[in-house]
């Protein structure tokens, strides 16, 4: 059974368009990430759940809007796509123990490409 | 200044040597400290944690860390061609939660 699961594995789209990627995850953790890796291979967090709470917010424009249903269950879902937001988004999970001493586990990532 | 640096590499070594690689953090809070492999396409896994100061071993690997320093390093012993990869240090301050990532050494293991 796979981990941490995201949909769909590649997205190619238009400029402008409005996209989801879907992720869930099945170890049981109460916290989930975005991580958004660039062209270059660097691999920046954007956001994090905590049991459907909004912990992490970092300088994302706005058009990005991550959404948790529940604790095994994060989207991210982006407005208005643009050239620059072609990257490989990777979610991923953890127990979400504070400082860090736990393991993230990644999903296989979701290639977004904007044409 | 970031926050997490290292080497982009290519490191090449040949089969069966020691690879070391190095990277340093500027935030002294600090807490936590991880090594990361990705190959190409694929997703980050997880090498080893580190938490305190000294030395990790856990099969051909060692972490070392040295708070003192701001300086974290990963060695690989007997290093084989499946070794070949990106690593990635990562960084977890006091109380956080995300992973702070350099931008990877890129290693090469040559038959």
């Known amino acids: 059974d796979t981990a941490v699961s995201q949909t769909p594995k590649y997205l190619v789209t238009q400029m402008g368009n409005d996209k989801s990627i879907k992720c869930e995850q099945n170890?049981?953790?109460?916290?989930m990430y975005w991580y958004k890796q660039d062209s270059k291979k660097f691999l920046k967090i954007m956001f994090s759940y905590n049991n459907k709470e909004l912990i992490i917010n970092e300088t994302v424009p706005n058009r990005f809007s991550p959404k948790s249903p529940d604790k095994a269950h994060l989207n991210l879902h982006i407005n208005s796509l643009e050239l620059g937001d072609s990257a490989v988004y990777f979610c991923?999970?953890?127990?979400?123990?504070?400082?860090?001493?736990?393991?993230?586990?990644f999903g296989p990532g979701t290639r977004l490409t904007v044409l | 200044q970031k926050e997490v640096e290292q080497n982009s590499g290519p490191l090449s070594v040949p089969e069966g040597a020691i690879a070391s690689l190095n990277c340093t953090y500027s935030d002294r809070v600090s807490q936590s400290f991880f090594w990361y492999r990705q190959y190409s396409g694929k997703s980050p896994e997880l090498i080893m944690s580190i938490y305190s100061n000294g030395d990790k071993e856990d099969g051909r690997f060692t972490a070392q860390l040295n708070k003192a320093s701001q300086y974290v390093s990963l060695l690989i012993r007997d290093s084989q061609p499946s070794d070949s990869a990106t690593y990635l240090c990562a960084v977890i301050k006091f109380n956080g939660y995300a992973l702070n990532f350099g931008k990877g050494t890129s290693l090469l293991v040559t038959p």
């Open positions: 170890l049981g953790h109460d916290t």
């Open positions: 991923a999970s953890s127990s979400g123990l504070a400082g860090g001493t736990d393991t993230q586990y």
